[in-house]
């Protein structure tokens, strides 16, 4: 309902805008949005008018209650009634690729344990299809399986041969090792070659990348854990009770509120920061 009603309003514009986002229209489609590029623009334009017509009497209100001037309340509100708008619009058009980043990262974490799945079906001289099919039917869901989900589909459903369908689906993965592995398949399809010991051997190239990641992650849990121990606990610790010794000549007053702030405020906020930090580094899910 809403996004017919930005078409109307904004359709013509963003058909003129499109060809100032090239890239818009493969990352809706590697993102799994079915909207089509000048659709999904329409929105962005309406969600920035949208906001421009909510926050301007909010930030006008709000800056003529703290401002004697009226000029320069009216001068900051449209300024800032302005900005948020362009903001809004640039997080909407950053937020496709936000999602095929997202994917591509769900895509290879579970890349390894898929394709160690799928060349145990293999192996058992299923054809290729009929292996695709039990693959997706007997696997956890999880983004692998959604991504060959759809080759089965495209084969059962549109009727395209495997080699059509590992086509179109090297053309819309998000994913550069996914896509390298099912060109993989279609290169030794073509060549005639042993598909089942292809996937085997990219299976254990696969693990052996898994390896390195963990290994990367244990060296810099190593280090953060180093660095959050002496910098930020024992440097807290040190810092309340150097403080406490210096109140106590007479040197510093009111050192209280500091040395609250120090435990309440300050370690709590690093320590989220170090769990971030943590969550960002981490190369699988539990």
């Known amino acids: 309902m809403i996004s017919t009603y930005a078409f109307r309003l904004f359709g013509d514009l963003a058909k003129k805008a ?44 709000s800056i003529s209650l703290a401002s004697a001037s009226f000029l320069f309340g009216y001068l900051t509100s449209v300024t800032l009634a302005t900005l948020l708008p362009l903001l809004v619009f640039f997080i909407y058009i950053r937020y496709p690729k936000s999602l095929v980043m997202q994917r591509e990262k769900e895509i290879d974490t579970f890349l390894p344990f898929s394709t160690l799945h799928l060349s145990s079906i293999l192996g058992s001289g299923l054809p290729l299809h009929k292996a695709f099919h039990t693959f997706t039917e007997f696997s956890e869901k999880n983004a692998v399986v959604d991504e060959f989900r759809k080759i089965v589909y495209d084969i059962e459903f549109y009727g395209l041969d495997v080699l059509s369908a590992l086509e179109r689906a090297i053309a819309r993965t998000p994913s550069r090792k996914f896509r390298e592995f099912l060109y993989g398949i279609l290169s030794t399809i073509r060549s005639g070659g042993n598909v089942y010991i292809f996937v085997k051997e990219k299976t254990a190239d696969f693990f052996l990348d898994y390896k390195r990641k963990l290994s990367e992650f244990s060296h810099s849990m190593t280090i953060y854990t180093e660095i959050y121990l002496v910098s930020v606990i024992l440097g807290t610790i040190f810092f309340v009770v150097l403080t406490s010794i210096v109140s106590t000549l007479g040197t510093l007053q009111n050192i209280l509120p500091l040395q609250l702030f120090m435990i309440f405020v300050f370690l709590p906020a690093v320590s989220l920061l170090f769990l971030f930090m943590v969550r960002r580094a981490q190369p699988f899910w539990e």
């Open 18 to 61: 499109e060809p100032y986002f090239p890239e818009l229209r493969e990352d809706l489609k590697k993102a799994n949005l079915k909207i089509s590029s000048q659709e999904y623009l329409a929105n962005a334009f309406f969600a920035s008018l949208l906001t421009f017509i909510i926050i301007l009497p909010i930030l006008a209100f």
